[in-house]
T-cell receptor
Framework: GAVVSQHPSRVICKSGTSVKIECRSL??????MFWYRQFPKKSLMLMAT?????????EQGVEKDKFLINHASLTLSTLTVTSAHPEDSSFYIC??????????????FGDGTRLSIL | QKEVEQDPGPLSVPEGAIVSLNCTYS??????FMWYRQYSRKGPELLMY????GNKEDGRFTAQVDKSSKYISLFIRDSQPSDSATYLC???????????FGTGTQLKVEL
């Protein structure tokens, strides 16, 4: 149980392109989804937290107009990197957490999207 | 001082060894503790999730939490080459579920 699917796993595109990454919870309802960025050999850096039907909460230093997050349903959140540039190249990972009968559920992670901007 | 401290390694052990991975934390408000395993180019996979002080066992893995000393551990028995990965400890206070991670320990189990 608790499977999170992230798509695509790899994207290579030209500078100036906008890229959309999808994150789906396959077997549970995700009341909260998170987006992280990870640099090589580093831990995960939280970019934003989104609750279904609400605007995302961005961490300090993360440009909300650059990284658009939509959490339109309890099973889907999307991250759009707008007008991507080479410095946006990174490993982006989503996670999802449900609040079912038992509160304070742990986060379950997708397999990440490796984004390369040429 | 980071809220969660974790030795980054790398840690290299022979196959079959018992592995001990550790984290310390400074915020006594942290209530929930997790260990994640991350293979290269993959997302973290939840291994253990605990709330109270004490031990929790799942197969070859045992998670230990000592809230009085703010110390959490993961033990891996009979380690296998397939256990080679980065292990991340994580914790949160509850409610908003925002995680605080350790830096991760890179483990290599050699044949």
């Amino acid at each position: 149980g608790a499977v999170v699917s992230q798509h695509p796993s790899r994207v290579i595109c030209k500078s100036g392109t906008s890229v959309k990454i999808e994150c789906r919870s396959l077997d549970f309802q995700a009341t909260t989804m998170f987006w992280y960025r990870q640099f090589p050999k580093k831990s995960l850096m939280l970019m934003a937290t989104s609750n279904e039907g609400s605007k995302a909460t961005y961490e300090q230093g993360v440009e909300k107009d650059k990284f658009l997050i939509n959490h339109a349903s309890l099973t889907l959140s999307t991250l759009t990197v707008t007008s991507a540039h080479p410095e946006d190249s990174s490993f982006y990972i989503c996670s999802a957490s449900g609040q079912g009968v038992v509160a304070n559920q742990p986060q379950h992670f997708g397999d990440g999207t490796r984004l390369s901007i040429l | 001082q980071k809220e969660v401290e974790q030795d980054p390694g790398p840690l290299s052990v022979p196959e079959g060894a018992i592995v001990s991975l550790n984290c310390t934390y400074s915020n006594s408000a942290f209530q929930y503790f997790m260990w994640y395993r991350q293979y290269s180019r993959k997302g973290p996979e939840l291994l253990m999730y605990t709330y109270s002080s004490g031990n929790k066992e799942d197969g070859r893995f045992t998670a230990q939490v000592d809230k009085s000393s703010k110390y959490i551990s993961l033990f891996i028995r009979d380690s296998q080459p397939s256990d080679s990965a980065t292990y991340l400890c994580a914790t949160f206070t509850g409610g908003g579920n925002k995680l605080t991670f350790g830096t991760g320990t890179q483990l290599k189990v050699e044949l």
